[in-house]
């Protein structure tokens, strides 16, 4: 018996994206230089709460050496104050359905949690002791050394790991975004003093972000903060990543992974930033290229040809500058041939004017993603504390969703043959170079 064929007319057409509201957000600069952004929002008896910290390194020269720091600092920072040890931190925190996270990225560290409203002066307490107070106690941070050093030693392992470093380095060169992982002999080496001189020193409100979204008074929860982070101070300034380098994107480079069954094909760019109006046509683009499941590089080198599981496409975002990235891990011996596609998509991209249906699919997709993940008051809080930590105003949403409205087929070529053409584009493999070298230079000039 066969299936039943679904008979398409039945399904009713998509409604149009609704508008992107404005946030009702209450920014506040306090007298240390600490930006509060306080957005309340009824309805959840939560509320979400995000701490930017200014983090780069200040130079290619100390660049690894501060990720080193960095690494151990964010699990280090909680082992610890001058008046509770971990687990009375936690229990404290916990008491108040709330659970510090502390991670960093090349440009900030980042403290957030999730509590109940009544919580918040208790949870601001916790943090205000976090801020100021960390002991960084010798025997615990020994162990979060041990911890950072084998999860190191673990990531150096991974092939995803290996070419998202390569490409780094390729693309930045001496720029301390090259650095992506830190060295072991770093890690084991630092000292409980070293880390409480990087924190003196750097873990400053001047600079900072805190952002809450939820069941608030935006009012009284300015007051709080003010209240409870009255003593975090400090004289230094905010330290941000110096300018990108201007980088030729040069030939095709094979990292070798002797016997690796797979390749891990990495191919990245500068974009626009945030600010730059032609974003939204290059997001629209890359979207197309292979931003999502129904994007030309899915049905080529996944649904037709079955080289690769998830291929993708996207726009990020540092503070220093912006990249558009290709990802795609293949089987060994299709190396050559998915590179060459993917290639392919980016030439005929660049060249040739997508649809009018390519481009309204795209549009619905970024439009609905962007406002599934503003709907809820974690990724409202997220989002906001990107923007406000780079100096964007809460309109920024509403206005960038518009331009994606707005954007047309000409913007969108125009974009594609400024940003995505293949020749302007770095490429890493990592992978068997005894199977795969040949293939890739059937394609071009390899460098190893």
């Keep these: 018996m066969s299936a039943p064929v679904l008979d398409l007319s039945l399904v009713p057409p998509l409604g149009d994206p609704r508008p992107q509201p404005v946030p009702e957000v209450h920014l506040t600069t306090l007298d240390s230089g600490l930006r509060v952004a306080v957005v309340p929002r009824a309805g959840v008896p939560l509320v979400e709460l995000r701490l930017r910290v200014p983090f780069a390194a200040a130079s290619a020269r100390t660049a690894a050496a501060h990720v080193a720091r960095t690494s151990v600092l964010t699990g280090a920072v909680l082992l610890g104050t001058q008046a509770h040890d971990q687990v009375q931190i936690a229990q404290l925190l916990q008491a108040e359905g709330a659970e510090m996270s502390v991670s960093a990225d090349p440009d900030r560290l980042l403290l957030g949690t999730t509590m109940l409203p009544s919580g918040l002066p208790a949870v601001l307490a916790v943090l205000a002791e976090l801020l100021t107070a960390p ?170 040809r079955g080289y690769t599981y998830s291929p993708r496409s996207s726009v990020d975002h540092l503070q220093a500058g912006s990249s558009f990235l290709v990802e795609a891990d293949v089987a060994t011996e299709v190396t050559g041939p998915a590179l060459l596609e993917t290639q392919y998509e980016l030439g005929r991209i660049a060249l040739l004017p997508v649809t009018e249906a390519e481009l309204e699919a795209a549009r619905r997709y970024l439009l609905g993603t962007t406002a599934l993940a503003t709907a809820t008051h974690a990724g409202l809080a997220s989002t906001l504390s990107a923007l406000v930590g780079s100096g964007l105003p809460a309109e920024w949403l509403t206005e960038h969703q518009a331009a994606l409205a707005a954007t047309t087929l000409d913007e969108v070529t125009a974009a594609a043959r400024r940003w995505l053409h293949p020749a302007g584009l770095t490429t890493v493999v990592v992978g068997d170079a005894e199977r795969v070298a040949d293939q890739l230079e059937a394609l071009g000039p390899v460098q190893r």
Excluded: M
């Design 135 to 304: 002991t960084y106690p010798a025997g615990p941070v020994a162990a979060e050394k041990a911890r950072v050093a084998e999860r190191i030693a673990i990531a150096r392992s991974q092939p995803g790991v290996v070419a998202r470093t390569a490409l780094a380095t390729r693309r930045y060169g001496v720029h301390p975004y090259a650095v992506q992982l830190p060295e072991t002999e770093q890690v084991q080496a630092l000292t409980p003093a070293a880390l409480r001189k990087l924190h003196r020193e750097r873990v400053l409100p001047a600079g900072s972000t805190l952002v809450l979204v939820g069941d608030v008074d935006p009012a009284a929860a300015t007051d709080a903060v003010a209240a409870a982070l009255s003593g975090w101070t400090g004289t230094g300034a905010a330290v941000d990543a110096p300018p990108l380098p201007a980088t030729p994107a040069g030939p095709l480079q094979l990292v070798d992974r002797p016997g690796a069954v797979q390749s891990n094909l990495r191919i990245g760019g500068p974009a626009p930033g945030r600010r730059d109006p032609e974003l939204p046509a290059v997001r629209l683009a890359s979207t197309v290229y292979g931003g999502y499941f129904s994007s030309r590089l899915v049905e080529n080198i996944r649904e037709r």
